[in-house]
């Protein structure tokens, strides 16, 4: 958000916060044709607004996802946690309001952190606390008024409900625009302690502090200006990848989301490659430094996502077995109040495991798409390998297996639309290959290649509903170069979304789409001869 105080576009005229009702059925069980919008894998609020992912962490067995939400409304306003809880990233149930807004202060995003040994004292040995670490967002009823400080609250029921902290706020720095906490306990060579990266938003500025209880924060370094700094930052988030595993070749990588300022203007997720000593990030991917007036190099930085729909992206703390597990928002702030998806407005990316790993070029992010399509094969339709000449070719969407077909079989609630496609083509000498989403009368939403700018590109001019605002049709698109010869696609179609993984995950592009419920068509295409489907298997 551009304007943390209340703006015309982005907040409601002030309403009491209520508490959401608890235990909702799980996102996708919506009849069919009831909510045509309403994502099958996507988790979105039962009811009302919903922006950033805050708090996520993982607890015995259990992925917590919090979010930015108002409770009361389906625009941005009253800003308090919502929460939902997964086994699994995919299913998703919508917990009760954890941290409530108050007359006092709006609970702006941050993270969560599990103490097992209780070095907040919030807890004791034999239950260790959940601690959240948000930002209070005074409001003018507070003698803060007007600032933003960083603020505790805790959770002895596994997250179920919170206190705020009697001493809050904990760390303020007597700023405007001073927030998003990511915190992480940080294991050095000698000493460990809480890290906390936070922004002061407008200065384009990561800051870093430690801290042995949470209460107490020194001041590390700062970060910034640097590369993408055309709009606030926001929602930083600090963590280290071992590239291919290697312990020994570990790299610190630093997420820090803009906005505006993102590659097409609006909002934007930006991230560094560099090392983390525990007291200084440095980055080994700075192209420019300082605050750019010139935006001409916006393609030579580093971008989780080449669309223009995932935003605030954060990782889990305390994943199982190291991963690093990365949701963000899909959405842009530039039409975020606009989409036109009813009682409920806002829904998060599928969840992504980042990984480093060498290539000719160096060092590179991956990004892989926790799988809803990955479990029993049903559904499932797959092309030979064969020559694509000028023209589409239709692809069928394979009906959903029969109710009572045997337990295997049991149909997800899930949109017609909700599928995998995989696809591994060859340009050869055709101009443009690819496929075409979500077609049915003059919709269709485009994912092309063309290969003599060796770009892929995602258009949703064309998409559906798109004249609710006028920044929302677009064309999208990433360099991508051919890995011997052969373009490798990964795409998640949604009720809502598309999300393009182009060649293992290095290229992303997620873009929201808003088809008529009909429009269930899907295409390959190509211009020009001498391209090549080497496979396509499909999965809903
Ligand atoms: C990012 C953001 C954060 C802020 C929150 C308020 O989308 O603007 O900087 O904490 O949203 O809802």
């Known amino acids: 958000m551009n304007v943390p105080t209340a703006t015309a576009t982005h ?55 919090f979010y930015q939400h108002n409770p009361s409304g389906d625009v941005w306003g009253n800003m308090s946690w919502g929460h939902a809880t997964s086994a699994d990233l995919l299913h998703w149930e919508e917990q009760p309001v954890a941290i409530a807004c108050d007359a006092n202060e709006a609970i702006y995003s941050g993270s969560v952190v599990f103490d097992p040994d209780n070095t907040s004292g919030f807890g ?31 959770s002895l029921d596994r997250g179920q409900t919170w206190t705020k902290y009697a001493g809050n706020p904990v760390l303020d720095r007597a700023s405007a625009n001073f927030r998003d906490p990511k915190v992480f306990w940080y294991e050095g060579p000698s000493e460990s302690y809480w890290v906390m990266a936070a922004v002061e938003a407008t200065d384009c500025l990561v800051v870093l502090y430690r801290s042995a209880d949470l209460k107490n924060w020194d001041y590390l370094s700062s970060f910034g200006p640097a590369n993408a700094t055309g709009g606030d930052w926001e929602c930083p988030d600090l963590f280290p990848l071992a590239v291919d595993g290697d312990p020994a070749d570990t790299r610190w990588v630093l997420v820090v989301n803009l906005n505006p300022g993102g590659l097409t203007g609006g909002s934007g997720a930006q991230y560094f490659v560099g090392t983390f000593d525990g007291v200084e990030f440095r980055s080994g991917t700075t192209v420019t430094e300082g605050l750019q007036r010139d935006s001409s190099r916006m393609r030579d930085y580093a971008w989780l996502d080449w669309g223009r729909d995932y935003y605030a992206a954060v990782s889990f703390n305390d994943a199982p077995g190291g991963r690093r597990i990365m949701i963000g928002w899909m959405n842009n702030w530039d039409y975020a109040a606009a989409t036109p998806t009813g009682a409920w407005r806002g829904a998060m990316s599928l969840a992504r495991e980042l990984t480093l790993t060498r ?77 075409l989403l979500r077609t049915g009368g003059t919709e269709r939403t485009v994912l092309a290649y063309d290969t003599a700018t060796s770009r892929l ?32 696609l990964r795409v998640f179609l949604d009720a809502c979304s598309v999300e393009v993984f182009a060649q293992d ?26 391209a090549r489907v080497r496979s396509l298997d499909i999965r809903r």
């Open 11 to 65: 907040s409601a005229a002030p309403e009491p916060a209520v508490s959401a009702p608890s235990g909702s059925a799980p996102s996708g069980s919506a009849p069919a044709g009831a909510d045509p919008f309403r994502p099958a894998w996507h988790y979105s609020a039962r009811k009302n607004w919903l922006n950033d992912p805050n708090g996520l962490v993982h607890l015995d067995g259990t992925y917590h996802l």
């Open 124 to 154: 004791t040995a034999g239950t260790p606390p959940l601690v959240a670490i948000y930002t209070s967002a005074y409001t003018d009823a507070s003698p803060l008024r007007g600032r933003q400080a960083q603020s505790l609250a805790y």
């Open 359 to 435: 290539r000719d070029s160096g060092v590179v992010l991956l990004q892989t798409a926790i799988d809803p399509f990955d479990g029993p094969d049903r559904g499932r339709i797959s092309l030979a390998p064969r020559d694509l000449h000028p023209g589409t070719v239709d692809l069928l969407l394979p009906e959903p297996a029969a109710a009572g077909a045997g337990p295997a079989a049991a149909p997800a609630p899930a949109p017609a639309v909700a599928a995998r496609i995989d696809v591994d083509l060859e340009p050869g000498t055709a101009a443009r290959v690819g496929l």
């Open 457 to 488: 590109s995602l258009d949703r001019r064309d998409s559906g509903a798109v004249a609710f605002h006028e920044g929302f049709a677009s064309v999208e698109h990433v360099h991508v170069p051919l890995e011997d010869g052969i373009l490798r």
């Open 505 to 530: 995950g290095r290229a992303v592009l997620t873009d929201l789409v808003f088809p008529a419920e009909s429009s269930t068509g899907l295409a390959l295409f190509a211009e020009g001869h001498g």
